[in-house]
């Protein structure tokens, strides 16, 4: 990766000077008048996606000067680093492998990391598993078959799961479902205790040190419900486990059958291709989990293969560099236009804000750029209904990526091409906008910036695509700006302060909170606890 910050760059130069000069007032219109052929100038396809960012304010010139930027950053040699297993983690000392984890013995992705050898092991044992459990062979403590499934997680551990669980509800197999717990407060545990049987339940925890707070809370929660309704000897066939904490696990009583590992070099917010997936595959079944693994490898050859002009994962960070430092853009909104993909933008903001909010560079310096932007966004018409008038008529740029299936997850395609021409309608207008001089009220700026992924259906090996494409996204913006994408030690500094508070509310500490608001506000907290 480049020692130098980006600002520094002379391609960075050029940006600025080309900015001023031709793009800040540029209409995205007029360059359509300009050049009849950008449709198929700025398109361009990655396995079963496509990518049109023709409705975006960038010029040929634009596109030279960012792949100019790319390589004077260096973004090449990182993405091959990261195959190689490189310590691209350099604040914890970590590869960084999750590419690893989809990947085929044949392609020898950091065969020498120690870790990566084991990755069809593990595969292989999560298969025998879950086919053990959809086929019946693998039963509750009552011979009843477990065909409700509760992933116990949080984070990437949680987040994961829930959106391609979502997203790939029609490839459920039949009799299984899915079901989540992850916030701390219990009231998920609750309602889904209200709902299911116990003896039809496996619990499966994903805590890489099988002591974050929030999932092992719950999951002692959970443990206490299946003991009292079923005894404690029920736990060893009623809960499984990802994690590599062994000693943890013995002391809460995981069966040794039932334990799934992975590696510290395994990201949570990357983790859904590893053991953590093993809810999601216990529903969708071992041979769908395969296709989504196969989906990620393929965007995996697509990153390393494609030219960078040609390299979807790299347009779409070239153009949010683009519009995050040369045009203020704060956030982003992601609109997917199915509602199988309700929870697709939840995910993104993980990735992309955990990933990407860094104020230090990996040399430790301060950056001297904007870095992440703030992700946000909600299904198709939905949205349209609730925060699109912002986008339209708003005071603020908010670049859009809109995502597409042509052909229906589950309703009917009458229903679907309604959504199609909703989607496809967006975007123009967000583009033209409208005028008139009669009503003020009634008029849309326009030339609202916007990206179309389009995909036939959303299938587990497309749904793999998707996700790869934006984990690379994240990580050549990360490469751009010089800083860390895998690391998150803004999430540790309020766990910890949760510990001090926990006691301060308790009163096991025999001493006040420090700060006059916190002391207030517990005291308030004390006075309306039963």
């Known amino acids: 990766m480049s020692d130098a910050y980006p600002t520094d760059l002379p391609s960075w130069q050029a940006l600025e000077n080309h900015f001023a000069a ?15 052929q950008r449709f ?13 960012y023709s409705k975006n304010i960038l010029s040929a010139r634009t596109r ?10 260096h ?6 680093s990261m195959f190689a297993g490189e310590m691209l983690n350099n604040t914890e000392a970590r590869s960084v492998l999750h590419v690893a984890l989809r990947s085929t013995p044949s392609d020898d992705v950091a065969s020498d990391i120690p870790g990566v050898a084991e990755i069809w092991q593990t595969l292989d044992k999560i298969t025998a598993f879950v086919d053990g459990v959809q086929q019946g062979q693998m039963l509750g403590c009552s011979g009843r078959r477990l065909t409700n499934i509760v992933n116990i997680g949080i984070g990437g551990s949680d987040l994961g799961p829930v959106m391609a669980s979502r997203a790939l509800r029609p490839y459920w197999s039949p009799g299984m479902s899915f079901h989540s ?49 079923l005894g404690a000897a029920a736990i060893n066939q009623h809960f499984a486990a990802a994690s590599t904490n062994h000693e943890a696990m013995d002391v809460f009583g995981i069966n040794p059958d039932y334990r799934f590992g992975f590696w510290d070099w395994v990201g949570g917010r990357y983790s859904i291709w590893s053991a953590v997936g093993l809810s999601l595959a216990l529903v969708i079944g071992s041979d769908r989990f395969r296709e989504l693994l196969a989906g990620g490898r393929r965007m995996d050859q697509h990153l390393r293969t494609a030219p960078l002009e040609e390299n979807m994962p790299v347009m779409l960070a070239l153009l949010g560099v683009w519009y995050n430092n040369f045009f203020g853009a704060d956030s982003q909104a992601v609109l997917p236009y199915d509602n199988r993909l309700d929870r697709f933008p939840a995910y993104l903001q993980q990735l992309q804000m955990e990933s990407s909010g860094k104020g230090v560079r990996r040399d430790g310096r301060a950056v001297q750029c904007k870095t992440g932007a703030i992700i946000w966004g909600e299904p198709g018409s939905n949205a349209q209904h609730s925060f ?12 859009a990526d809109f995502i597409l299936p042509v052909v229906s997850s589950g309703g009917s395609q009458a229903q679907q091409d309604l959504a199609i021409a909703n989607c496809l309608a967006q975007s123009e207008a967000l583009m033209d906008g409208y005028h008139d001089a009669d009503s003020p009220h009634r008029i849309h700026p326009g030339n609202r910036p916007s990206n ?11 749904l793999g695509q998707l996700i790869a494409l934006y984990e690379h996204k994240v990580f050549v913006e990360g490469v751009i700006w010089g800083i860390n994408s895998f690391d998150q030690y803004g999430v540790e500094l309020g766990k910890r302060l949760a510990g001090d508070c926990f006691e301060l509310l308790h009163g096991d500490s025999g001493r006040d909170a420090e700060n006059d608001s916190t002391k207030g506000l517990l005291a308030r907290v004390k006075h309306w606890r039963p």
């Open 22 to 36: 031709e793009l800040r007032f540029q209409n995205i219109a007029e360059l359509f008048v300009e050049d009849e």
């Open 40 to 52: 198929t100038d700025f398109s361009l396809t990655a396995g079963d996606l496509f990518l049109d």
């Open 64 to 73: 030279e000067l960012l792949i100019g930027l790319a390589h004077e950053a």
């Open 75 to 80: 973004v090449p040699a990182a993405i091959e």
């Open 181 to 229: 717990v992850s916030n701390i407060d219990g009231t998920q545990l609750i309602d889904l205790m209200e709902l299911l049987d116990p003896e039809e339940t496996l619990f499966v925890i994903c805590s890489k040190t099988f002591t974050t707070q929030e999932t092992m809370t719950n999951a002692r929660a959970a443990a206490n419900w299946v003991t009292e309704r």
């Open 388 to 399: 699109y008038q912002l986008l339209h008529q708003g005071t603020r740029l908010a670049p």
């Open 452 to 462: 179309t992924i389009l995909l036939q259906q959303l299938t587990p090996g497309i």
